[in-house]
């Protein structure tokens, strides 16, 4: 009994090793989280590889070129507007959460805004420029990076890169500027 207890401590030991062994340093793994959500929202840096097809875009580029009228219409059940808080409104809510924050949130507040007039657009515009740079600072000033973190961290990417999808195909069908989207 004695010698099948050493084995599983030897095993589970062993694990650990490799497991520290496969870990990458903390600066490499904020750096690639903070790179993949700049192209994200800034575009791909010119003469870079790019993790998106379409070059050079972002959700910076694409909202510039939607005007309200176009950010207001609706496109099978939701508008550009609407995809833009709610990705706002994630991106400041997961920061919270990485913070320490343990209330819950109601998501359906992040869908509320649905259409905007020209000044309620531009300021939208404009809250989603100082989420995604609190999201950059916010991701810089972790130091415990627990697996609740990564986890979060990657939903971050994941999520902003999915309604930047969303948002250049509403656009492409609602906005009269559809080709340069």
Known sequence: MARRTQRRQGVMA???RMEAAASIPQ????ESVAYLLRETFEGSPEGQPSAYLDRGVGIFATLSKVDAEAASREFHGTTIAAQTEHAKFYLD???????????KV????SWLI???NDAEWDALRGTVKVSYENTLRCLASVEDWTEDRVGMSMGMVAHTAYHLGAIRQIGKNVSSVDDNL
């Open 114 to 116: 649905e259409n905007v």
């Open 93 to 103: 809510r997961l920061c919270e959460f990485v913070n320490g924050r343990t209330e």
């Open 106 to 109: 109601n998501w359906e507040d």
């Open 27 to 30: 600066r490499v793994f904020v």
């Open 14 to 16: 062993e694990a650990i």
